[in-house]
T-cell receptor, first 113, second 110 residues
Framework: EAGVVQSPRYKIIEKKQPVAFWCNPI?????LYWYLQNLGQGPELLIR????????DSQLPKDRFSAERLKGVDSTLKIQPAELGDSAVYLC???????????FGPGTRLLVL | GQNIDQPTEMTATEGAIVQINCTYQ??????LFWYQQHAGEAPTFLSY????GLEEKGRFSSFLSRSKGYSYLLLKELQMKDSASYLC???????????FGKGTRLSVIA
């Protein structure tokens, strides 16, 4: 069974530029999560999808961050414009249903210069 | 707010046993997860406890006491490859995302 796939693995951009991350969850997993992980910290939830519906986006900075999960499978997370403080690892995870074990992708390491 | 505490760093010797503790104070509880995360890699699932007691899985065991808000991860016969961060995470309810601790960075030395 293939795991959660994310791309790109690394991204370096200048501040004020836009950036997008892509995630393909494990087949059959209805719930998809985007987390932010800063160095030396645990992951923090940005947004959670149940199929194509965003059911928890309270921690997503909506002035610059947006996400979508069209068709309830793949998802993209976008930042526009990026700020220096956005440098972090962006992790995608999926679970069969909400509350069940989450499986993480390798993450996208973002560096904003 | 939700509070999950674990030691920041630990060091242990190859072949030894190490116990990583996690205490939590959360508004709800539906289970506790342990994840392993090697530097630059994704967290990988290790264990899940929802009832009090010890769950054993090979060299790794996880314990939970709901009344004390306490869990530990026990690693036996340590190997160099066990050097990683270990993340404690609490599920608040059956339909909410995990709340993670900051992780414990374990260094295994020869």
């Amino acid at each position: 069974e293939a795991g959660v796939v994310q791309s790109p693995r690394y991204k370096i951009i200048e501040k004020k530029q836009p950036v997008a991350f892509w995630c393909n969850p494990i087949s059959g997993h209805n719930t998809l999560y985007w987390y932010l992980q800063n160095l030396g910290q645990g992951p923090e939830l940005l947004i959670r999808y149940e199929n194509e519906e965003a059911v928890d986006d309270s921690q997503l900075p909506k002035d610059r961050f947006s996400a979508e999960r069209l068709k309830g499978v793949d998802s993209t997370l976008k930042i526009q414009p990026a700020e220096l403080g956005d440098s972090a690892v962006y992790l995608c995870a999926s679970s069969r249903n909400g509350g069940e074990t989450q499986y993480f992708g390798p993450g996208t390491r973002l560096l904003v210069l | 707010g939700q509070n999950i505490d674990q030691p920041t760093e630990m060091t242990a010797t190859e072949g030894a046993i190490v116990q990583i503790n996690c205490t939590y104070q959360t508004s709800g509880f539906n289970g506790l997860f342990w994840y392993q995360q090697h530097a630059g890699e994704a967290p990988t699932f290790l264990s899940y406890n929802v009832l009090d007691g010890l769950e054993e899985k090979g060299r790794f065991s996880s314990f939970l006491s709901r009344s004390k808000g306490y869990s530990y991860l026990l690693l036996k016969e340590l190997q160099m490859k066990d050097s990683a961060s270990y993340l404690c995470a609490v599920s608040l309810s059956g339909n909410t995302p995990l709340v993670f601790g900051k992780g414990t960075r374990l260094s295994v030395i020869a």
